[in-house]
């Protein structure tokens, strides 16, 4: 049976919406099922490393899992239900089962005050706690009294899962994309990055790079991969994180690490047709400041549409799939595959008449521009590659000493190979 394919914003959007009721975190179940789901669209090849691994600085920490957890009336009457949205438990709660009055019940509750009918998305991964978060109005109407807390989860040894999707290219050095799958109802950050990611990768045909699309938990998952993955650095040429890729604001790149990488000056040139913004690189967002610790250095940046923490919905139950549209993930797609199909084409070219311009008119190639409506930019842009191929341009370089259009420029470049004028 063939693998569904994600084509359409509406498709993506019912992945979302499919996605969005598991809890998941950093480790468990939760994180399993999700990528199940991914893995009937691509090939997964899955991970588990245990409980106890050392990763860098970091150690694998017990997995969590969860059955239920509720905030009820002596009576019975659940006035806090996970069964009724995943958010209302802090992430890693220690089990918990006891009766409380509402005094003491507060210390454990986490609300927005400023947006009184949202509950916000609070964690406790490494340190042992717990807690229930809840909308502010919903406090307000909670006499006092005594209420029966229950959280039936577990911490035990067990594992942290990932997985990996690879297009292989005509090239063993790659690209990675990497989305994190740790976060449990939020539409937005990340479940629309996912579904943008597996469609991407569903679209990807023989392409000139190798394209390794990581699906991970948020920063250890990125470390362990780092760590476990040493031998394959080197391959690793360039690099996207992509998150927030769903919601109505317009694109934002964040620069590498290294500020000029190949992809920081890709993603800036496809960027130009669409609204968005660029910014500097910051070791604070997502799992791009992972790759670009000095150690590593790669060159990966970030995509966001409104990056994180930028929109009032980010970690709440706003984020949820009325948030995301269609349109939005249908762009922030394009935009990727305008961006690694520059990537792919970005080559460099050595001019094999370098002494004068080579009569093009005899070679047939003025010909084969007659009567195109950019045959002007097309002839310029033989020029531009034939004046530009000394081995150290890049046709991307060309494109934007020229002003041309990469297309345009990538069409001569091989029309030129072909004439015997220019090899790679």
Same mark, same amino acid.
């Not at 979302?16 to 893995?39: K, M, N």
């Not at 045909?205 to 990125?222: C, N």
């Not at 520059?342 to 050595?350: A, E, K, M, P, T």
């Given at each position: 049976?063939?693998?569904?394919?994600?084509?359409?914003? =509406?498709?993506?959007?019912?992945?979302?919406?499919?996605?969005?009721?598991?809890?998941?975190?950093?480790?468990?179940?939760?994180?399993?099922?999700?990528?199940?789901?991914?893995?009937?669209?691509?090939?997964?090849?899955?991970?588990?490393?245990?409980?106890?691994?050392?990763?860098?600085?970091?150690?694998?920490?017990?997995?969590?899992?969860?059955?239920?957890?509720?905030?009820?009336?002596?009576?019975?009457?659940?006035?806090?239900?996970?069964?009724?949205? #995943?958010?209302?438990? $802090?992430?890693?709660?220690?089990?918990?089962?006891?009766?409380?009055?509402?005094?003491?019940?507060?210390?454990?509750?986490?609300?927005?005050?400023?947006?009184?009918?949202?509950?916000?998305?609070?964690?406790?991964?490494?340190?042992?706690?717990?807690?229930?978060?809840?909308?502010?109005?919903?406090?307000?109407?909670?006499?006092?009294?005594?209420?029966?807390?229950?959280?039936?989860?577990?911490?035990?040894?067990?594992?942290?899962?990932?997985?990996?999707?690879?297009?292989?290219?005509?090239?063993?050095?790659?690209?990675?994309?990497?989305?994190?799958?740790?976060?449990?109802?939020?539409? #937005?950050? #990340?479940?629309?990055?996912?579904?943008?990611?597996?469609?991407?990768?569903?679209?990807? $045909?023989?392409?000139?790079?190798?394209?390794?699309?990581?699906?991970?938990?948020?920063?250890?998952?990125?470390?362990?991969?780092?760590?476990? #993955?040493?031998?394959?650095?080197?391959?690793?040429?360039?690099?996207?994180?992509?998150?927030?890729?769903?919601?109505?604001?317009?694109?934002?790149?964040?620069?590498?690490?290294?500020?000029?990488?190949?992809?920081? &000056?890709?993603? !800036?040139?496809?960027? &130009?047709?669409?609204?968005? &913004?660029?910014?500097?690189?910051?070791?604070? *967002?997502?799992?791009?400041?992972?790759?670009?610790?000095?150690?590593?250095?790669?060159?990966?940046?970030?995509?966001?549409?409104?990056?994180?923490?930028?929109?009032?919905?980010?970690?709440?139950? =706003?984020?949820?799939?009325?948030? $995301?549209?269609?349109?939005?993930?249908?762009?922030?797609?394009?935009?990727?595959?305008?961006?690694?199909?520059?990537?792919?084409?970005?080559?460099?070219?050595?001019?094999?008449?370098?002494?004068?311009?080579? !009569?093009?008119?005899? &070679?047939?190639?003025?010909?084969?521009?007659?009567?195109?409506?950019? =045959?002007?930019?097309?002839?310029?842009?033989?020029?531009?590659?034939?004046?530009?191929?000394?081995?150290?341009?890049?046709?991307?370089?060309? =494109?934007?000493?020229? *002003?041309?259009?990469?297309?345009?420029?990538?069409?001569?470049?091989?029309?030129?190979?072909?004439?015997?004028?220019?090899?790679?």
């Amino acid at each position: 049976m063939a693998a569904p394919q994600l084509r359409t914003g =509406a498709e993506l959007h019912a992945l979302v919406e499919r996605l969005y009721p598991i809890c998941r975190s950093i480790t468990g179940d939760g994180v399993r099922q999700t990528l199940d789901i991914i893995g009937e669209h691509i090939p997964l090849e899955r991970h588990e490393v245990p409980t106890g691994t050392a990763v860098l600085d970091w150690t694998i920490p017990q997995e969590w899992n969860i059955r239920d957890a509720y905030v009820a009336t002596p009576s019975g009457e659940r006035v806090i239900d996970f069964q009724e949205l #995943n958010l209302h438990v $802090v992430g890693y709660s220690v089990p918990v089962r006891q009766r409380m009055s509402l005094s003491e019940l507060r210390e454990h509750l986490h609300t927005l005050p400023d947006q009184p009918s949202w509950v916000p998305y609070r964690t406790s991964y490494y340190a042992p706690a717990w807690g229930f978060c809840l909308a502010q109005e919903k406090l307000d109407t909670l006499p006092d009294g005594d209420y029966d807390v229950v959280i039936d989860s577990t911490l035990a040894d067990g594992s942290l899962t990932y997985g990996e999707h690879v297009v292989p290219g005509r090239v063993t050095d790659e690209v990675i994309v990497s989305c994190h799958v740790c976060h449990p109802s939020l539409a #937005n950050d #990340n479940l629309a990055g996912i579904a943008v990611a597996i469609s991407l990768a569903q679209q990807l $045909v023989d392409p000139y790079y190798t394209y390794r699309f990581l699906f991970m938990p948020g920063t250890i998952g990125s470390i362990t991969w780092l760590a476990r #993955n040493a031998s394959r650095i080197e391959k690793v040429r360039h690099g996207l994180v992509l998150a927030c890729a769903g919601d109505p604001g317009p694109l934002t790149y964040k620069k590498s690490r290294r500020d000029d990488a190949e992809i920081d &000056r890709v993603m !800036q040139h496809v960027l &130009r047709s669409r609204e968005h &913004r660029v910014v500097d690189f910051s070791p604070y *967002g997502y799992d791009e400041r992972q790759f670009c610790s000095p150690g590593f250095n790669l060159g990966v940046g970030s995509l966001t549409r409104t990056p994180y923490a930028g929109y009032p919905e980010y970690h709440t139950s =706003a984020d949820n799939p009325g948030f $995301v549209s269609p349109a939005a993930m249908e762009d922030t797609l394009g935009a990727l595959r305008d961006a690694f199909g520059v990537l792919d084409r970005n080559r460099r070219y050595v001019n094999l008449s370098p002494y004068g311009e080579p !009569q093009l008119g005899k &070679r047939g190639l003025y010909d084969s521009l007659g009567g195109r409506s950019d =045959a002007k930019q097309a002839q310029m842009a033989m020029l531009w590659v034939l004046n530009l191929s000394d081995g150290s341009h890049s046709l991307l370089d060309i =494109a934007e000493r020229a *002003g041309l259009p990469f297309d345009i420029v990538d069409v001569a470049a091989r029309a030129l190979h072909d004439a015997g004028l220019v090899k790679e």
